[in-house]
């Protein structure tokens, strides 16, 4: 079965520093993996996602991610986080004959430091 | 569009009491999805639809949950009877297309179950 690992649960950083937020997966396939994001009392967001071409993929707010199939990983990064950026991340996988649904990650909620 | 719409946004009820959540998803779109989430379980999907019909309800945590899709424009998932357990967020959220398309998610309801 398809799943999602984000070893982080928490992190903390200062504004103005740089961000990488960790995702691994497993799975046989070429997975769609996304990155969402939810602020408190919110429903989640989409950041960006991956599906094909460019490993590296840009997303809103600044945000990017990069596909490294040799490592199983879709890590976010950021290279001066907001203290906007202070939110829940979290890393979904889907797969074609996978059954159209998403599976997602525990989430690896975000402190900003000012 | 006014996106994702659930109700009601916050529930308390008591244990053995039954309960009703409801969803209107976008305009247009043919997938529905129903999550739920807490903090020693994350984000976990319960059940989803495509046009309307069931496809995966493998995580409808036992018979005290169903859910149902009258129409395209309306979805509800009824506890009966509640327990303190499933006290949780309850997402919905639709897509339009396959797996590789963005999820749009509600605001979520709040459920506490006394």
């Known amino acids: 079965a398809q799943s999602v690992t984000q070893p982080d649960i928490h992190i903390t950083v200062s504004e103005g520093a740089s961000l990488e937020l960790r995702c691994n997966y497993s799975?046989?396939?070429?997975?769609?993996l996304f990155w969402y994001v939810q602020s408190p009392g919110q429903g989640l967001q989409l950041l960006l996602k991956y599906f094909s071409g460019d490993t590296l993929v840009q997303g809103i707010k600044g945000f990017e991610a990069e596909f490294k199939r040799s490592q199983s990983s879709f890590n976010l990064r950021k290279p001066s986080v907001h203290w906007s950026d202070a939110a829940e991340y979290f890393c979904?996988?889907?797969?074609?004959?996978?059954?159209?649904?998403?599976?997602f990650g525990t989430g690896t909620q975000l402190k900003v430091e000012l | 569009d006014a996106g994702v719409i659930q109700s009601p946004r916050h529930e308390v009820t008591e244990m053995g009491q039954e309960v009703t959540l409801r969803c209107k998803p976008i305009s247009g779109h043919n997938s529905l999805f129903w999550y739920r989430q807490t903090m020693m379980r994350g984000l976990e999907l319960l059940i989803y639809?495509?046009?309307?019909?069931?496809?995966?309800d493998s995580g409808m945590p036992e018979d005290r949950f169903s859910a149902k899709m009258p129409n395209a424009s309306f979805s509800t998932l009824k506890i009966q009877p509640s327990e303190p357990r499933d006290s949780a967020v309850y997402f919905c959220?639709?897509?339009?297309?396959?797996?590789?398309?963005?999820?749009?998610f509600g605001s979520g309801t709040q459920l506490s179950v006394l």
């Open positions: 799975y046989g396939a070429t997975p769609y």
């Open positions: 979904a996988v889907g797969f074609t004959g996978g059954g159209n649904k998403l599976t």
């Open positions: 639809f495509n046009n309307n019909v069931p496809i995966d």
């Open positions: 959220a639709s897509r339009a297309g396959l797996v590789n398309e963005k999820l749009f």
